[in-house]
């Protein structure tokens, strides 16, 4: 395969342009539900692009006591980050043959980036409530991230140690979804509260707190780079409900039927999302690692016995 081919696949289809417009499309769609399920009318189609490009033409203002490189790196790597393991999520996906034995490690390193963006940010701003935001993000980093790599401990038993992200799909097309098994469906479950943790969204938005911490490790961002951390999120809102889905949900094939079933799913996820965000007041930071450890690190080990007894 030529190397324009690569070029295309993560900066055009299905990388950073094509993630970007669907995440914004996205954004305006969590917003407008999240705005009826509070009885307001919500944004115009149109509004995340707004903000967007508002935030990019804005000047960016960099503290005398930042890091410069570090503070400027920062949100570039976690835009990288949520664009690359988009595009091989999606390229596993729509061109089977291009997947590679081991993909599914790489895509939780680059499922990483985004959070760690966030926490070299805040520290490289040298604001102490930055700082705060940072830790609480990299506490909870440790608690999610156990509790999502048992979660595919599930798939790797249930598929016979596949690592290959087009290996997992095609096991779940010849016998069933991990999901539709009694320690898939657990898996499926941690899978969703990991992936609403690594969004930053309610409960688990104890980075920014806005009312706690003004706006936490984000709090000296401004202009281009806060723009490209909103961006960042608008893409991983696309990302991480796609991941649930290939991973446990049936995944997705290049057929058109495949194709349709893939973003009926994806819907679905996201208004769970969008549910789980309205409902629920956040929780501290003891809570949230409580909640990770014992909660869904509990049900993650049943999942790991079930899936060993092959149920």
Known sequence: MSPAWYGFWYLIFPGFLFLSICGIFVSWLDRKLTARLQFRVGPPLAQPLWDVLKLMGKETIIPRSASRGLFIFSPL??????????ALLLVAGLWPEQSFVGDVIVLLYLLLLPSLAIILGGLASGNPIAGVGSAREMKLLFAYELSLIIALGVILIQTGGKLSIADIISWQAQNRAIALSFS???ALIIAVFSAQAKLSAVPFDLAEAETELSAGALIEYSGVLLGIYKLTRMIMLVVMPMFVVVLFLGGLEPKLTSIIWAIIKYL?????????????????????????????????????????LRW
């Open 77 to 86: 790597l976690g835009l990288s980050g949520a664009s690359l393991a988009g």
């Open 184 to 186: 898939g469906a657990l």
């Open 268 to 308: 679905i996820l996201l208004l769970v999302f969008v549910l789980l965000r309205n409902t629920n007041p956040r929780l501290r930071i003891d809570q949230a690692l409580r909640f990770f450890w014992y909660g869904m690190g509990g049900i993650g080990l049943l999942a790991i016995i079930l899936a060993l």
